[in-house]
């Protein structure tokens, strides 16, 4: 590719947003380099939930065809009780007549290998773990774990929730604990109940299971659970996971029972609440770094694509002024994440009741509101476009 432009971009973080941003800033033509903390892409254990605005930031990048082939496109999105009795059902195939993309789940690896085969010349330093930056008038300098000190025009911070650029940033919000916990895993099987292009989302008493098929025989699931966030598990894990969901409406049990006990994975629901800034001078940020937001409304990953390519229009509006240019991007941005943080917050407190009058409560909402309020809110962010000339030409 031609280089059109003059300036460096130094990414901190190689995950999806780190990844996705520096594909964006060479759709524009910037040169970037990455700075991954790890010493080898991770897939992160888990599976992503890419809906329909997630896949139109991708189609942007150009690499939305790429990640539709691993994948199947999902028609319904089905909320229902720990028994199997429906809540709602979304029907999220009409996105794809109507936006131009479909809403999928895709195995984290291949979201982050379509982005990554898609760079040319960027150069991705594995192990190389951002510490610390300083800047000045003319360009900011980054200095990694082992010593090492780098140079460029702008930093953007894409190092996720613990994100050490954030860190080096005044007046940011501390993170939040919600409460509660989530488990996730890969099963491998092939069932009847769940055919391609699956999502469920099931409720009990204060506890969940969520899953989604990623791939042929490949379905990604999460139990979530109220309990403290510094806790352990120990090697029974998967038999602690079984016993909380025996009984609970098929295929949940055999799910588990197809899952490898060594590939489960605990975290604790983490988010912040919105922030008015996320940089200063030549330094932003990008994705959790800016704006965690707890996992209820699957819109992590989206975000930070989204993220990215508005960065990336930003900076080539005004490539001689960077600072002017995250500004900009800065001010696109706040209103929509932080929106998306405050639902998922309360969706994730609505989520963790556990007393059967709120839990009865918690299914009269949600049949009534889920499958007309809540879902024409959900179509309204499905219509988002982080490009402003696909945006622009909605509005005319």
């Given at each position: ?18 990844m ?5 800033l ?6 970037s ?5 790890a ?11 890419l ?11 150009g690499?939305a ?13 089905h909320?229902s ?12 195939g009409?996105f794809?007549a ?14 982050h290998?379509?982005l990554?085969?898609?760079l ?17 008038e003319?360009?900011?300098a ?19 929730i ?21 488990w ?8 009847d ?25 490949v ?10 966030a ?8 998967l038999?602690?996971l079984?016993d909380r ?7 949940v049990?055999?799910?588990?029972a197809a ?20 940089g ?7 994705g ?14 989206c975000?930070?694509?989204e ?11 005004t ?8 500004r ?25 009741v ?18 007309t ?15 402003p ?8």
């Open positions: 590719m031609t280089r059109t432009r003059t300036g460096r971009a130094l990414i901190a973080g190689g995950g999806i947003g780190g996705a941003t520096a594909l964006a060479q759709h524009k033509g910037f040169d380099v990455v700075f991954e903390q010493q080898a892409p991770r897939d992160g254990g888990a599976g992503v939930h809906w329909t605005n997630g896949m139109l930031a991708l189609d942007s990048l690499v065809d790429t990640v539709l082939k691993t994948t199947a496109a999902q028609q319904f999105c909320f009780t720990w028994r199997g009795a429906e809540l709602a059902a979304w029907p999220v009409e794809a109507q936006y131009g993309r479909p809403t999928i789940a895709v195995e984290r690896s291949a979201l290998a379509a990554r085969n898609s040319d010349s960027t150069k991705f330093h594995t192990g190389a773990r951002v510490v610390d930056f300083t800047q000045d003319r360009g900011v980054v200095r990694l774990a082992d010593g090492h000190i780098e140079r460029g025009d702008l930093l953007i911070g894409a190092d996720g613990y994100s050490a650029v954030r860190a080096g940033l005044p007046g940011m919000r501390p993170l939040r604990n919600n409460g509660y916990i989530a996730r895993g890969k099963a491998f099987l092939e069932h109940l769940i055919p391609p292009g699956s999502f469920n989302a099931m409720f009990g008493p204060g506890t969940r299971f969520v899953y989604y098929d990623v791939a042929p025989g379905v990604h699931w999460m139990s979530v659970a109220n309990g403290p510094d806790d352990r598990d120990d090697s029974g894990v038999q602690l079984t969901h025996r009984r609970w409406a098929a295929p049990e055999d799910i588990l899952t490898p006990p060594s590939g489960i994975i605990r975290s604790a629901a983490l988010d912040r609440k919105p922030d008015r800034r996320w200063t001078g030549r330094v932003t940020l990008l959790d770094a800016a704006h965690p937001m707890a996992f209820n409304i699957g819109q992590g990953a975000q930070a694509v993220d990215a390519v508005v960065l990336a229009e930003c900076l080539a509006s490539p001689a002024d960077p600072v002017t240019a995250l900009a991007y800065e001010k696109e941005r706040r209103a929509r994440t932080a929106h998306l943080q405050r639902v998922a917050w309360w969706l994730g407190r609505m989520a963790s556990e007393h059967p009058a709120l839990v009865r409560m918690r299914e009269v909402f949600m049949r009534s509101t889920y499958p309020i809540l879902f024409a809110a959900e179509r309204k962010q499905m219509s988002y476009s982080p490009s000339t696909i945006r622009n030409s909605r509005q005319r």
